[in-house]
């Protein structure tokens, strides 16, 4: 704890440097209110000491002048003074003072003065923080709800749309058919990451772990994803290496994991544009065996977007451009999962390609 000094009288002063350090303060110190006025504003400490009676600045000058400042607003502050009537103190306390001494004082009265004051502004520290907080949670929940408003009404009024241009135009019925169906599952998509990203928020596994076979699975999932490369001319590139191991983990999750990012590639990998799913186990330092994982595509994300890629409900600006739809929660609950999986990732964007690394650590039987 650091604490400022602003007195005139060189033997009082030195006194109450004395004092704070035999318990245990730190002290800076100026001679004079302009002194002080610069050093509070230099040092920001975390209490402040002041005589009244000085020349030309007196401590009133200072109190005023740094109760103006936002950085030297809420420090706490202590008056001394050789003599204290109840006009000078309520003057004192109306400047917003904090507690006031009269010399000459003992050494237990100034350090009983000091930790009531650092107390008191602990706790009023404590809380503005949570104050703060809640404004945040506020600010949240309100733009939560006007996100989730906003993307449900989306697919219900495309739904919607499309019933009408069915009942105007029956030779079309097949085509507004699909079109209702695809918005059908957009809503249930955002719905279903809704429940996830609730379950795992609230400290909850999707489901519980149990011994996987990791190769098995990547090959369920990747046929499925194979078919659709195919389909939209893509070239889906596996590196995946012949034996895996067993292991025990949420094949919830993973699936989810894996599902989301190969999602993404394909969603925003143009025709003749490449996929690469690839796979390697390793060690960290200390042991722990690892997955790493790497899902890549032929497509880029501006720099700028690269930090708010895991937040809900982002989306980059501009880049549905063959208007796929999407949640805006697919990446926050990967990240989700990861964490509860106490695995890593990141992306990288650059040279026209993204790629999403991720390393998970694993128990094998």
């Not at 004092?19 to 975390?46: M, R, T, V």
């Not at 001494?101 to 100034?110: A, I």
Request: aromatic share 6%; with cysteine.
């Amino acid at each position: 704890m650091k604490i400022l000094v602003i007195e005139d009288e060189k033997d009082v002063r030195l006194n109450i440097i004395e004092i704070l350090a035999s318990g245990g303060f730190d002290s800076i110190y100026a001679e004079n209110g302009l002194k002080g006025i610069g050093l509070a504003k230099e040092a920001a400490p975390d209490l402040i000491i002041c005589d009244i009676k000085m020349p030309d600045f007196d401590g009133y000058s200072v109190l005023q002048e740094l109760r103006q400042h936002q950085a030297t607003a809420t420090i706490p502050f202590i008056f001394l003074t050789a003599k204290a009537d109840k006009a000078e103190i309520r003057q004192g306390m109306n400047l917003g003072a904090d507690d006031y001494l009269t010399k000459p004082f003992r050494r237990v009265e100034l350090l009983d003065a000091i930790a009531a004051r650092l107390k008191r502004h602990s706790a009023q520290l404590d809380i503005q923080k949570k104050v703060q907080e809640l404004r945040e949670i506020n600010t949240q929940k309100d733009d939560f709800v006007s996100t989730i408003t906003h993307d449900l009404r989306a697919p219900l009024t495309t739904i919607k749309v499309a019933l009408q241009l069915m009942e105007a135009m029956p030779n079309n019925r097949k085509q507004y058919t699909e079109i209702a169906l695809t918005a059908c599952d957009q809503g249930e998509e955002l719905i279903q990451n809704l429940l996830d990203l609730y379950q795992l928020e609230s400290g909850e596994a999707l489901a519980t772990p149990e011994p996987l076979n990791i190769k098995e699975q990547l090959r369920k999932i990747i046929e499925s994803f194979q078919v659709r490369a195919r389909t939209h001319q893509q070239v889906l590139t596996l590196d995946i290496p012949e034996v895996l191991p067993v292991i025990v983990a949420d094949s919830v999750g993973l699936q989810r994991i894996f599902v989301e990012l190969l999602n993404n590639a394909c969603k925003y990998t143009q025709s003749r544009g490449e996929i690469v799913f690839k796979v390697r186990t390793d060690q960290t330092v200390d042991q722990t065996p690892v997955l790493k994982i790497t899902i890549a595509n032929q497509a880029e994300i501006p720099i700028r977007d690269l930090p708010h890629i895991f937040d809900k409900f982002y989306r980059v600006p501009g880049s549905d451009r063959w208007q796929k739809g999407g949640t805006g929660l697919g990446l926050a609950l990967v990240k989700k999962l990861i964490d509860q999986l106490q695995g890593t990732i990141y992306v990288t964007s650059q040279n026209g390609w993204t790629a999403f690394k991720i390393e998970l650590p694993y128990e094998t039987l």
